[in-house]
Every structure is written in structure tokens, then in C-alpha cells.
């Protein structure tokens, strides 16, 4: 690694370390019981939200009902995103004439924009009319991540409440998410991008004349807008197909370390957010830097592996070394305005959170430079992860990690002051396994079935890998890509879209009830047995923890590999 390399990533966590504090206090108060000088100042725009929305503010629901609510409402957003697909050559706002977008892929993109996956088979820029990307698609990319972290703010009041059958009302969690803390930001971070160059208006695509005098035609449309809340939600999904290569998505060094930053920004400062709300921010701080343990050396690696350049070279006459007229290294797929530093850190980030978002090739890093990406997702998508869901994903695995405790000591497992018993244990063992079943299973049925090895472009161990990096993908709701692979067909789009809706939902619904299990029982005080959960001791319980579910994805996958290869070696692929 290079002194460039290790000051941008340096220079990244450091100013995201300088914002959790801010953000996650700021995050507590929006979500408070009572009444604070935030909320007052929406007060009155709240009200009459929930005014025409028919919606009693001080109803609070039990977990069934909540679950039901974030159910249907999701579902319902589903079906108006692929509505407006199928419909959008009648519909305004579509000066390119494109025509409806086939039922598969509009059934596929649909449920990836409402899990907060942003999986996607297609190219927006030849795809999507003006109106499917902000109505659709922008508005889901905000009521997904709002989705996330009501659900979250539910979890986190079953540790707070005691002998309560309640976890709050969804639809102001909701509300408050994308009133207080998405919109908001949305809107200083589409300024910072139109600032630097990103599109926005809805003017029809221009036909101009390049330096060698050929005609190309420039895609226009609302990319700003899209852009700032695709990587505030840890949504991912591009307006164009080149995502944040694009240089209307992604113009300067400084829109993609804003980029990067907003990827993480919400997921981190939850954490302090969770510290706040139980009263103990020891208990944020140990859950944040678990997520940093095991981000900050994988990320490493991942530059490191792409400083030091393709190992095929070393033997040839290739000067792949950094200077000051060359990045070095392997900068196959990688943008010059981005380099190697920024392009992994890139890759690092948004398959460490739930984004998905790429400003580079991942089919195109090197073998452990790919192999980090698709890890990371392994893992479960908790190393910070979505908004929300990064951090529920974490908070089943910390309950299993005092469960292990518990049984290590022969004393029953307490977290936050309630007892761990055997309820809780199946909810999170459920949340924990789900994404892992999905891959293994999902990937071992595109193995063996001719249409999914048909869209495999590279033959071998690669094709393979592009094949696992999907399924990984839709089974974690990141929705990056290997791209290889040719995906945009009848078969994996819907059995990616199962892997995106059964990793989302279920999963949510399982901590739900967990949350409400929680809330109904008193406070166990704590005594000598009690294991502390905000020491180092717990911080290197709960990473190995999340270190031995990951491998129970990634060690199944890769037994399939030899078999894979043979399969694809006997369909000539």
C-alpha cells in the first residue's frame, strides 16, 4: 500500500468517527417518547401528515401489528414501483419513448427497490422513463430506508420498555425518519452533487458531436435527487448502468468521498443512537467498533491486493509500479479520476453496508481483492450494513454471542438487562441463518439449472464466482455485482427476487418478535454473572461470533465450486 493509499482511508474514518456522535444524538432525539426541541419544529408538518394520512400519533402498536404494517405498506409500495414500469410508455415525464419494462425484470426491480437491495438487471438510462425514477424508484429508495430504521427504533424500545406489549406506531416512526433525518440530508447532499457536476433536470437526452467527430448521445434526467438518497439509504441503485462510475452520477474525487461517506454516515451514528436510547451509549460504542474490527482490515487487504496488481505480471516485463506518472497496481476497471485507493475503499464500503452503489468494475479486482466484497456481504451485511438493518442484524448477533456466553459460564444470557431465553434465541438464530440458507441453497439451484449457467460469461472458477456474488448479493440485500454475468433473464430475475424479499422481510419480522418478547419482561438486575457487553472481551466475542455464521456461508459455497465448474465445463460454459 501506498502513503496515498492509507491517508484517504485514514482521512475517511476519521471525519466518519467525527460525525457519529452529531448525527447519532441528533437521530436519538427525532426518536424520543416525549416531545424535544427537534420534533417541535416539525410538530406542525407532522400533524398534519397524520392528519390526512388518518393516522392516531399516540396509538402505539404490538409487535404483530407493527410487523403487519411495515408488511403491507412495503408491499403496496412494491406494487405501485412495478405498476409504473409496466406503464410508463402512456405515462408524461418520458421523453425517449420507452416502452414498458418486461414483467420479470419490472417484478425483480420492484421488490429490489422496496427490500432496499437496488439489484438491477437493466440499464436506467435505456429502461426507466423520467417518472419511473422519481416516482418509483427516488421514492422507494426513501421509504425503504425509512422502512429500516423504524423497524430498528421498534427493536431498540423492546430492550428499553418493561412489561410493555408495545413497540411504538409505524407510521410515525416512519414518517419521522424521512422528515427529520432522510429528507433533510437528501437535500444538502443533492446540492453538494449538483455543485460538483451531477445532472439534474428533465430536459430529453442530447445528440452531440464528439472531439472525433461522431454523433453520441448524452442520457439527461433528475440524477442528483436519486443520487443523494441512493447512498444516504444504503439503497445502491444507479440512474445510470455505469452507477457511480458515471461521470454524470459521480463526477470528482470529491462527490465520491461524499458518496462514501453517506453510505456510512447513517448506519455508524446509529450506533451511538442505540447507545442513547438504553441509556448506556458504552453499549453503541462497543457495537461500532465491532463493525470497524472487522471493516478496517478487511478494507486494507482489499487495497492492498489492488495496489499490488495483478500477480499474473510479475513475471513479464509490466511496470506496475505507483509513481508519479501511474496509479500502479491493477487499475483494470477502476475510473483514473478515482484511482486504486478510492475505487477499493469504494468496493469495501458499499458491500460492508447494504449499498450496492459501485464506482468500479467488481468483476475486474483481483482474486483477493474480489474476494473481500463478496465476504463482507457474507457476514450478513452487519459490518455497519443498511440504515436499520445493519445494526438489528447486529443486535441478533450480539444476543447469540451472550447466549454462547451464557452457556460457557451455566448461567441464562442476559443483554441490556433482559434474559435471553429461548424465544429470543429462535428469533435471532432465524435472522442470522436466512441470508445464509439463501445463498447456499440458491446458489446450488443456478448451478444445476441450464438457465443459470447460460448467462455465465467467463467459464470456470470465475463464472462461478460471478454466479455466488449474485445470489450473495440479492440474499443480503446489497445489490452489487460481479456483472459478469447476464442476469437480466426470466430465471434470475425471479430467483433473485425471492432472495431479495425472503432476506428482507422475514428476517425484519423475526426481530420484530424478538422486540416484542423483550418489551414484555422486567429488568433483571445485574449481579457478579452478568456479562459486561461493552468491554473489549464482548467487542472480540461478538466479531468471531459474526466471523463463524459468515463462514457457514462462505465454506458450503465454496464446496459447490468443483461441482460448478464440472457442471458449466458439461453445458460448454
Same mark, same amino acid.
Given at each position: ?181 432522510? &429528507? ?21 437526452? &442530447? ?88 471493516? /478496517?482490515?478487511?478494507?486494507? @487487504? ?96 450480539? /444476543? ?114 424478538? $422486540? @416484542? ?13 452478568? &456479562? ?7 467487542? $472480540? ?25 464440472? &457442471? ?6
Amino acid at each position: 500500500m501506498t502513503a496515498n493509499d492509507v491517508f484517504q482511508i485514514g482521512l475517511f474514518l476519521a471525519l466518519l468517527l467525527a460525525l457519529v456522535k452529531p448525527v447519532g444524538q441528533y437521530m436519538a432525539l427525532v426518536f424520543a417518547d416525549e416531545p424535544n426541541r427537534v420534533t417541535r419544529v416539525g410538530a406542525g408538518v407532522e400533524r398534519l401528515l397524520y392528519r390526512l394520512a388518518g393516522i392516531r400519533a399516540d396509538e402505539d402498536m404490538g409487535w404483530k401489528r407493527y410487523a403487519i404494517a411495515m408488511l403491507v405498506f412495503n408491499v403496496a409500495g412494491l406494487a405501485v414501483v412495478y405498476l409504473l414500469q409496466r406503464t410508463q410508455q402512456w405515462l408524461p415525464l418520458n421523453p425517449q419513448h420507452l416502452a414498458a419494462v418486461a414483467p420479470d425484470s419490472a417484478m425483480n426491480t420492484a421488490i429490489s427497490f422496496a427490500s432496499n437491495t437496488n439489484w438491477q438487471g437493466y440499464a436506467g438510462e435505456s429502461t426507466m422513463s423520467y417518472l419511473t425514477q422519481a416516482l418509483g424508484l427516488t421514492v422507494q429508495n426513501f421509504l425503504s430506508a425509512a422502512t429500516g430504521i423504524a423497524v430498528l427504533i421498534a427493536i431498540v424500545r423492546g430492550f428499553v420498555r418493561r412489561g410493555a406489549s408495545t413497540l411504538g406506531n409505524f407510521w410515525v416512526d416512519m414518517t419521522r425518519a424521512t422528515l427529520y433525518v432522510l &429528507l433533510p440530508l437528501s437535500v444538502v447532499i443533492a446540492l453538494l452533487f449538483v455543485s460538483q457536476g451531477v445532472v439534474q433536470n428533465i430536459a430529453p437526452y &442530447l445528440d452531440v458531436t464528439t472531439l472525433e467527430h461522431a454523433r453520441q448521445t448524452l442520457p439527461m434526467g433528475p440524477v442528483a435527487s436519486q443520487e443523494a438518497i441512493k447512498m444516504l439509504g444504503t439503497n445502491g441503485g444507479g440512474f445510470f448502468n455505469a452507477n457511480s462510475a458515471h461521470p454524470f452520477e459521480n463526477p470528482t474525487p470529491f462527490s465520491n468521498f461524499v458518496q462514501m461517506l453517506a453510505i456510512f454516515i447513517i448506519p455508524a451514528a446509529l450506533c451511538y443512537t442505540f447507545g442513547s436510547m438504553v441509556g448506556d451509549r458504552r453499549q453503541g460504542w462497543a457495537i461500532l467498533a465491532t463493525m470497524l474490527l472487522l471493516f /478496517v482490515p478487511l478494507t486494507l @487487504g482489499l487495497v492492498a491486493a489492488e495496489q499490488a496488481g495483478n500477480p499474473a505480471f510479475h513475471g513479464l516485463a509490466v511496470d506496475a509500479q505507483a509513481s508519479a506518472l501511474q496509479a500502479g497496481g491493477n487499475m483494470e476497471g477502476k475510473e483514473t479520476r478515482f484511482g486504486i485507493a478510492s475505487s477499493g475503499l469504494f468496493a469495501a464500503i458499499t458491500t460492508a453496508a447494504s449499498c450496492g452503489a459501485v464506482n468500479a468494475m467488481h468483476d475486474s479486482l483481483t482474486p483477493l481483492g474480489g474476494l473481500v466484497p463478496m465476504w463482507l456481504m457474507q457476514l450478513g451485511e452487519v459490518v455497519f450494513g443498511g440504515v436499520g438493518s445493519g445494526l438489528y442484524g447486529m443486535l441478533a448477533f450480539a /444476543v447469540v454471542a451472550v447466549f454462547i456466553a451464557g452457556l460457557m459460564v451455566g448461567r441464562t444470557p442476559e443483554y441490556l438487562g433482559k434474559k435471553i431465553e429461548a424465544h429470543e434465541m429462535k428469533m435471532a438464530s432465524l435472522a442470522v441463518l436466512i441470508p445464509c440458507a439463501l445463498v447456499v441453497i440458491c446458489t446450488a439451484i443456478a448451478v444445476m439449472a441450464p438457465a443459470g449457467v447460460a448467462g455465465v460469461a467467463n467459464p470456470g472458477a470465475h463464472g462461478f464466482s460471478e454466479m455466488l456474488y449474485a445470489v450473495t448479493s440479492a440474499s443480503n440485500n446489497n445489490g452489487s455485482a460481479f456483472a459478469g454475468l447476464s442476469a437480466n433473464t426470466p430465471f434470475w430475475n425471479v430467483l433473485l427476487g425471492i432472495c431479495m424479499f425472503l432476506a428482507r422481510f422475514p428476517l425484519a419480522i423475526a426481530m420484530l418478535a424478538m $422486540a @416484542g418478547s423483550l418489551a414484555a419482561k422486567r429488568a433483571v438486575p445485574v449481579s457478579a454473572g452478568t &456479562l459486561p457487553t461493552h468491554t473489549p472481551l464482548f467487542v $472480540a466475542l461478538l466479531a468471531c461470533v459474526v466471523i463463524v455464521v459468515g463462514a457457514l456461508t462462505f465454506l458450503p459455497a465454496l464446496a459447490l465450486g468443483p461441482i460448478a465448474e464440472q &457442471l458449466m465445463s458439461a453445458t460448454g460454459h
